[in-house]
């Protein structure tokens, strides 16, 4: 089984993108996205580096803030 984190774009080019989550930041591919995303966007990332799907940037938050608890972390941030 594979799980899809959410992650905020922090920089965007050339089919790929820079996206953080929990302060770490990665490079992952945007090649199974419709619409390429934008800085400020969520995107579901699966292993491999890929990101899979645009999220609500409130459902985001939901997901990483129920992944935190958890994994008995602090929340990330209510805010981009």
Same mark, same amino acid.
Not at 6 to 22: D, F, K, M, N, T
């Given at each position: 089984? =594979?799980?899809?984190?959410?992650?905020?774009? +922090?920089?965007?080019?050339?089919?790929?993108?820079?996206?953080? =989550?929990?302060?770490?930041?990665? /490079?992952?591919?945007?090649?199974?996205?419709?619409?390429? &995303?934008?800085?400020?966007?969520? +995107?579901?990332?699966?292993?491999?580096?890929?990101? +899979? /799907?645009?999220?609500?940037?409130?459902?985001?938050?939901?997901?990483?803030? =129920?992944?935190?608890?958890?994994?008995?972390?602090?929340? &990330? &941030?209510?805010?981009?």
């Amino acid at each position: 089984m =594979c799980m899809a984190i959410p992650s905020l774009v +922090v920089q965007v080019g050339a089919g790929r993108a820079i996206v953080e =989550c929990y302060g770490v930041e990665r /490079e992952v591919s945007l090649a199974l996205l419709e619409d390429e &995303p934008v800085r400020g966007d969520y +995107v579901l990332v699966r292993a491999g580096g890929f990101a +899979v /799907e645009r999220l609500d940037p409130a459902r985001a938050r939901e997901v990483l803030a =129920c992944l935190a608890v958890l994994a008995g972390a602090p929340s &990330p &941030p209510s805010t981009p």
